[in-house]
Structure formats: structure tokens, C-alpha cells
């Protein structure tokens, strides 16, 4: 895909559903009493694979544009499931499939079993979940076991472990407690109240209950991840208007950077939707400094690290990010692959154990970006070459399918 330069850079912007809600309205629906419609989905490839298993499982999911009908499955049936690269939905059902008490193996491609799957499996265990892996890795196999519940510290602030850890817990017997060692995006912890979860939220403690649950329609705001490249192309070349999008506190830590970094921001019309607080948000071109931050702000902010180091490189001065060595392990190294595709556009970006060092330039030369199949890498490249001085192009563009299948279409 090749990406020229543009000096200015306007427009308003609707942007697709919230990836991690659409997740989780599909999963919790397809097992709850009743039907549902979701409205503003993301129907990108991780969340169709959330559909084709839950779909395995015996639920009813049906897809027409961006709405969902879903009839909840009374009982789950033993299933082989594909995940595709979506690790959130293999993490999910693992705690899904324990506390329904089915036997599955989960299965996903190269890159999906690659990752780290133990995180999720061992604290599982605890609750007496019988779960096996490859390794540490897919293929996880999740047999019938018994649960009870006990407390439970999770070792890394991770809605994925915690969400798992939740959903085993509805079919433990007694009460479970997750503590993490700081606060996670808290969608799981929000729908499933909805839906008449006996569970509590107490700071970075979640109690939870054996407990059914009520289908619930859901109307899924924009994805911020997905938002942030065209937010922030407005602050470095223009100005955008992006509408509809979810600023949940646990999610929207880079409008926190933004503050530090100078950027001209503001939400408008602003508003609950589903329990989730929506907002329009307009970022003006702004004069950008440099920032440091760490372990503090990542759970609020790790997806959006690429496209906020990419900021950084058009800052003035030297912006330090540590306590992202969650970046490993998401769809390809993303600390290494963050800094090559900073260094491949003109950047001076240095990758350390946990983070960068990155010494802005105010502007950047342009060139050809390798995307390594990662959709945020390449996504961060298309605003970096965008705001360039001569573009350049990306590397297996298509990735982006995965999150934002128009995302080229909107840049356009």
C-alpha cells in the first residue's frame, strides 16, 4: 500500500465498534438465557472468530452489516474451535469453557500460537480448572473439572486474564476474588453486571458469584485504538472530529498523553451509552513535546503505544516509555517492531527491554515500513508516511483487516 504525504489533514471520522465490547458482547450473549441484538460492531477478523466459535458451541449468531442477533445456547457443546490470531478470544473461552464445564481445544495461527497462553492457564487453575497447553502455548486443551472459588492475584494488569478468571468464576462454587496489581479496561466487569452477573467491583478487586446470565442488547461505541491514528493525524497535520467514540477511564489513557504531550484535544458531546461514557473528540495540530511515562499508565494505553511512540518522533525533545514489555507479545514484538518502523521512516527510535528512547525531530523523512502482519504497526506507519515529507509504503497492508477492514478506505 503506498501512502503519500499530505500537509493538512481534516475531516470528521466514524469509526468502527469497539473491538474488546464487540468481543464480549458476542461470548457473554451466545451463553445467556434469551436473544440479543448487537448494534456497531466490529465485524473485523478477530471478532468473526469470536462469532464462528461461539457459533460451534451450539449459540445462534447471525451477522447482517454491523448488527448481530444472537440466541444464547441453553448448553455449550464440546468443540474443536479455531481462534484465528485473535487472542482474545482463545484467553476468553479458556475461562468460558472451564466454569461451563465442556471439553475444548483451542486452536490459532502461527502467530496466535506463538503467544503466551500460561498466563491465563495457571491462575485458571487455581480455581481447580483442568487446562492444558503446548508448552505454555496453542494448542490449549480445557477438559470438565469442578470449580471453587478462592482469591486470586493476577501478576500482570491484564483484562484478558482477568476476564477468563471472571468467567470461570460464574460456575465456581463459593465466591472468587481477582485482584490485579493495577486497574484493566473493565468492559467484562460492566456487561456482564448488566446482564445480571452477581459480581462487585471494588478498586483493582473483582468479587464474583455462581451466576446466569440475561441476554442484552448492546450498541457498541467506536473503538479509541482505532480513533487514535486519525486523532492523531489531527494533531500533527490538521484537524478531526472522530464521533461516537468510547472514553471509558480504563481505556482512554492516551487522552492522558495527550495532555503531557500538548496536544489540542477536547471531548464533545458527551454521554452513556450501554454503561460505556461515549464522546466526540476533536484534536486541532499542535505543537508537540516530548513525555515519559511507565508501568503506571499501560493498562489504559497499550494498544495505542505505536501510534503514541510515532507522536514522540515528531515531538520536540526526548519522550522515555517504560513498563511495556507487555508490547512482546502481542501479534509480533512490538517494541522491536515499533522502533524499526520509527527508524524506517527517517525516526530516531531506540528499543529498550521494556520500551523506547525516542529523540523527536519535528519531521520525518518517509520511506517503506515492513508491517511484520502486525494491523497496529501498520496503521501507525500509514499516519507516520502520511504526515511525512515524501510517504512511502507498507509492507503486507492487508493486516490491518483484522481491527479496521476500512481503515485505508478512511484515509483515502
Known amino acids: 500500500m503506498k501512502i503519500l504525504p499530505r500537509t493538512n489533514f481534516t475531516g470528521e471520522f466514524s469509526i468502527p465498534g469497539d473491538k474488546s465490547i464487540t468481543h464480549r458482547a458476542i461470548m457473554f450473549n451466545a451463553v ?32 447482517d452489516g454491523e448488527r448481530i442477533h444472537i440466541c444464547g445456547a441453553e448448553k455449550l457443546r464440546d468443540a474443536s474451535l479455531d481462534c484465528g490470531n485473535s487472542g482474545t478470544t482463545m484467553r476468553l473461552l479458556m ?55 478462592c482469591r486470586v492475584e493476577t501478576k500482570v494488569a491484564s483484562a484478558q486474564v482477568k476476564s477468563a478468571l471472571i468467567l470461570a468464576a460464574l460456575g465456581a462454587e463459593g465466591e472468587t476474588v481477582v485482584c490485579e496489581p ?45 480513533a487514535a491514528y486519525f486523532m492523531a493525524l489531527g494533531a500533527l497535520r490538521g484537524e478531526t472530529l472522530c464521533r461516537n467514540v468510547g472514553v471509558n477511564p480504563t481505556r482512554a489513557g492516551i487522552l492522558r498523553v495527550f495532555e503531557a504531550m500538548n496536544v489540542q484535544f477536547s471531548l464533545e458531546n458527551e454521554r452513556t451509552v450501554c454503561g460505556e461514557p461515549v464522546a466526540d473528540i476533536r484534536v486541532k495540530k499542535s505543537p508537540l513535546r516530548a513525555v515519559s511515562f511507565g508501568r503506571e499508565w499501560m493498562p489504559s494505553l497499550i494498544d495505542e503505544l505505536p ?24 501479534e509480533s514484538d512490538r517494541i522491536a ?21 525516542i ?37 503486507d497492508a492487508e493486516c ?8 485505508y478506505d478512511l484515509l483515502g
Open 32 to 63: 445467556a438465557e434469551g436473544e440479543a441484538d448487537i448494534t456497531g460492531a466490529l465485524l473485523g477478523e478477530d471478532c468473526l472468530s469470536t462469532a464462528a466459535c461461539m457459533r460451534a458451541l451450539g449459540a445462534t449468531v447471525e451477522t
Open 95 to 149: 475461562g468460558l469453557a472451564a466454569g461451563r464445564g465442556v471439553h475444548v481445544r483451542l486452536t490459532g495461527d502461527a502467530s496466535l500460537s506463538s503467544r503466551p497462553m500460561e498466563r491465563v492457564a495457571a491462575p485458571l487453575r487455581l480455581l481447580g480448572a483442568d487446562i492444558a497447553t503446548e508448552g505454555g502455548r496453542a494448542p490449549v486443551e480445557v477438559r470438565p473439572a469442578r470449580l471453587q472459588g
Open 182 to 226: 493495577l486497574l484493566s479496561r473493565d468492559h467484562t466487569e460492566r456487561m456482564l453486571a448488566a446482564m445480571g452477573a452477581r459480581i462487585r467491583a471494588d478498586g483493582c478487586e473483582v468479587h464474583v458469584r455462581k451466576s446466569g446470565l440475561r441476554a442484552a442488547d448492546v450498541r457498541v461505541p467506536a473503538d479509541i485504538s482505532s
Open 307 to 330: 501510534v503514541i511512540a510515532l507522536l514522540c518522533a515528531f515531538a520536540e525533545g526526548e519522550s522515555v516509555i517504560t513498563g511495556a514489555e507487555e508490547l512482546r507479545v502481542k
Open 337 to 357: 517492531t515499533t522502533a524499526e518502523m520509527i527508524a524506517a521512516l527517517g525516526g530516531d527510535c531506540t528499543a529498550t527491554a521494556d520500551g523506547f528512547v
Open 359 to 395: 529523540r523527536g525531530k519535528r519531521a520525518l523523512e518517509g520511506g517503506n515500513v515492513r508491517s511484520h502482519k502486525d494491523h497496529r504497526i501498520a496503521m501507525s506507519g500509514a499516519v507516520g508516511l502520511a504526515a511525512s515529507a515524501r510517504g512511502g509504503e507498507i509492507e
Open 400 to 407: 490491518v483487516n483484522i481491527s479496521f477492514p476500512r481503515f
